[in-house]
């Protein structure tokens, strides 16, 4: 169990935390044309919105109430239903997720009592779902707000008696904020390589994967889990959860359920990949996959070769909980030191977390603790490429936002192909940081006199 320290820093001077409108409007891409609406200033969705541009590089859908002083004062309701009213009738989309902000907490906002008095005053808007999420920033992370979603789709969307009837070859997987694009990817192929069926909450395989959609710009998301599926995942034949923070989610979803269920904290071990490939295999009865072995396969060769370069490494860390326990299980697994570990805020599973301490903090902590406990490569977002810099190790991209490298929101660093490929990419890295030992020359060598110049080269016949 770590030791969880708590800074007593009055601010964060070099912050690594994203608030949770951010965790919430990530999660709010993964369902079928839907718009996430941010009840805030109009500041809170355009600074969002230049995150995930800068994260993506594509068009993210996103809106806003866009409070302002007097709504601020004498209550925004009037601002929810206007957004509400002109967003169905202009774009019609299908499902709209209208989440809270520091702004409107502070405020005292009851999010669903307005959707109900919409609700009674527009009923020809009947046919759009409305979720309500509440995502405080000055409260969690990320982490805490895409968690929040995916919570309140199964407690709003999910009945809680699921129809009768069991979709035997459906399986639900529940993907926390650690699973990006292309690694949702994957887990679908690994589910559809045992012939099942696979209904991602949420799925931003479709809509964040970077593809050039045809058409011009659309207001809505492309791509995503259909309002329909989700509402008989009750009938699913299992639920697989990815991510610590979902556990409550896991919970909620058994209750409404009556399928079997699977948890793991992440897929970037061999032992969890294994835990999943081998609930798959229960469930459908069918040998595995010829191509999920050789994957596996290549990951123990990848193992073997890249042992001599990463054995007792030391691996700083600076993310998420999510994503600490999938990197320090990682780092563990391959005979690397986690540590030193630093996280944006408190949050349960940290305290499983295999480390001796993690300290709550930012990037200058992380500092401080790298002149202390020096560290072969960082792993962090974007914001952490300077402190790389200074302390000449590498940076190893994760999390939220990654802005000055292309296509990082699909490495695939989770699976059987993720772990190789991850293997490689670090084992490379210490390779090109390798410094070589000089020659070493005995102080008791002998001394020999150099010849005289006129004697060198001058051999007759």
Same mark, same amino acid.
């Given at each position: ?19 949770? =409108? ?53 209550? %925004?309701?009037?601002n929810i239903m206007t957004a509400l009213s002109t967003l169905c009738q202009r774009n019609a989309p299908k ?71 069991? #979709?035997? $070859? $459906?399986?639900? +997987?529940?993907?926390?904020?650690l699973v990006n694009p292309g690694e949702v990817e994957l887990l679908r192929s690994y589910v559809e390589a045992?012939?099942?069926? %696979?209904?991602?909450? =949420?799925?931003?395989?479709? &809509? ?10 659309? &207001?809505?998301?492309? *791509?995503?889990?259909?309002? #329909?599926?989700? /509402? ?5 034949? &299992? ?19 009556? *399928? ?14 294994? !835990? ?17 072995? $050789? ?16 054995? *007792? ?16 299980? @990682? ?8 540590? =030193? ?21 930012? +990037? /200058? ?18 914001? %952490? ?5 200074? @302390? *000449? ?14 296509? /990082? ?19 490379? +890295?210490?390779? /090109?940081h390798h410094h070589p030992v000089s020659a070493y020359h005995s102080p008791l060598r002998q001394q020999f ?9 001058? !051999?007759?016949?």
């Open positions: 169990m770590a030791d969880v320290i708590r800074n007593k820093k009055p601010l964060a001077t070099s912050p690594i935390k994203s608030g949770q =409108p951010l965790g919430a409007i990530l999660a709010s891409q993964g369902f079928e044309q839907s718009i996430p609406l941010v009840h805030g200033a109009q500041g809170c969705s355009a600074f969002a919105k230049v995150f995930f541009i800068q994260h993506f590089h594509d068009p993210i859908p996103l809106q806003s109430t866009a409070m302002d002083p007097t709504t601020t004062v004498m209550g %925004a309701d009037g499902a709209m997720i209208l989440i809270s902000t520091g702004l409107s907490e502070a405020q005292g906002s009851d999010l669903t009592r307005a959707v109900r008095e919409f609700r009674a005053e527009h009923p020809r808007f009947k046919s759009t779902a409305i979720l309500t999420v509440n995502t405080p920033d000055f409260y969690g992370s990320l982490e805490n707000g895409f968690s929040a979603v995916v919570e309140s789709v199964i407690e709003q969307w999910v009945p809680e008696k699921p129809p009768a009837g069991v #979709r035997n $070859r $459906r399986v639900n +997987l529940l993907l926390s904020h045992f012939g099942l069926q %696979a209904v991602m909450v =949420p799925d931003l395989s479709l &809509s964040l994967d970077g593809h050039l959609a045809s058409g011009d710009y659309q &207001s809505v998301t492309q *791509g995503g889990t259909t309002l #329909r599926a989700i /509402e008989q995942m009750g009938q699913s034949l &299992s639920t697989i959860s990815v991510g610590l923070s979902l556990q409550r989610a896991a919970g909620l979803m058994a209750q409404r359920s009556r *399928g079997l269920s699977l948890t793991v904290p992440h897929m970037m071990t061999m032992a969890t990949v294994d !835990a999943v490939i081998h609930h798959l295999q229960q469930l459908s009865g069918r040998e595995v996959p010829a191509w999920i072995e $050789r994957q596996r396969g290549q990951v123990q060769d990848a193992m073997i070769d890249c042992h001599m370069a990463l054995q *007792g490494r030391k691996v700083a860390l600076a993310a998420e909980g999510d994503l600490l326990a999938a990197w320090s299980d @990682f780092a563990l697994s391959h005979g690397m030191q986690p540590g =030193p570990v630093v996280a944006p805020v408190s949050q349960p599973g940290l305290l499983s977390l295999p480390v001796e301490q993690v300290v709550i903090g930012d +990037l /200058e902590d992380m500092q401080d603790l790298l002149v202390k406990h020096p560290a072969d490569m960082l792993v962090a977002n974007s914001h %952490a490429a300077d402190l790389a810099e200074q @302390f *000449g190790i590498p940076l190893i991209r994760a999390g939220f936002p990654v802005f000055d490298r292309l296509g /990082e929101f699909r490495r695939v660093r989770q699976g059987y192909a993720g772990i190789r490929d991850t293997l490689f990419e670090l084992a490379n +890295l210490m390779l /090109e006199r150099s010849a005289p110049r006129s004697e060198v080269g001058h !051999a007759t016949c």
